[in-house]
């Protein structure tokens, strides 16, 4: 197979950074059963948490996770993509970094909000960013993980031929109970799962899952 991974995926997303921002500028793409998804992640975090966004793109989540009593900050593999959510939403902190090396101590977090940020990420690199995601976060922390569901690798990237881009890009798709187990060993435990049925132009089916990092 092609190369795939982080070099990949950040000269992909660089070049399409404007694009998306200007096309996602909010949260035009999601459904109420996802939102409502977040809503109860956000629920289970206590009094004002400190929520990474990882893999936050040009940040059109991090309004949504303030507006719910958040304190949002974002990190993301593109400089391109955090250069348009500084921009953007300049009252967010967002940094460029690795989600297989998050810039955060241990413990240090209480959420962990992935949406769709690992999809494009073969199976050793997923171990590693869950790894990280769990290190981060505190105990009784949660983390939130959206994705694709299925089987096998798709390439995306033609996708955006239509708007003037050549990239290679590539979508990894896992079913709900393949992460959950991920999660498990690493000591991380599904509180709430939703998957559902595509629509429009989706293709595949989606889903949503909570975990929580125990407390003792």
């Known amino acids: ?54 893999g936050c793109g040009a940040g059109r989540m991090l309004p949504w996770l303030a507006a719910r009593g958040c304190r949002p900050e974002g990190v993301d593999l593109s ?27 241990d413990a240090e977090l209480d959420g962990v909000f992935s949406w769709y940020s690992t999809i494009h990420s073969p199976d050793v690199d997923l171990d590693r960013m869950l790894s990280e995601m ?17 089987d096998g690798v798709r390439e995306i990237g033609r996708g ?20 959950a187990s991920r999660l498990d060993r690493r000591g991380m435990r599904v509180v709430a799962r939703l998957e559902r049925d595509p629509l429009g132009s989706e293709g595949e ?3 949503v899952v909570i975990a929580r990092r125990p407390a003792g």
């Open 1 to 54: 197979m092609p190369q795939q991974g982080e070099e990949l995926t950040r000269t992909a997303y660089d070049a399409v950074a404007d694009l998306y921002a200007d096309t996602f500028t909010a949260t035009e793409p999601e459904q109420s059963l996802e939102l409502a998804m977040i809503d109860h992640f956000v629920a289970l975090l206590g009094h004002r948490p400190r929520v990474l966004d990882a």
């Open 79 to 105: 400089p391109g993509m955090v250069r348009r959510a500084r921009t953007d939403h300049p009252a967010y902190p967002c940094t460029v970094g690795s989600l297989s090396e998050l810039p955060l101590a």
């Open 134 to 150: 769990a290190r981060v976060l505190r105990p009784g922390g949660h983390l939130l993980l959206a994705f694709q569901v299925g």
């Open 160 to 179: 955006f031929a239509a708007y003037g881009h050549q990239v290679t890009l590539y979508r990894h798709h896992r079913s709900v109970e393949a992460v």
């Open 205 to 207: 089916p989606q889903a």
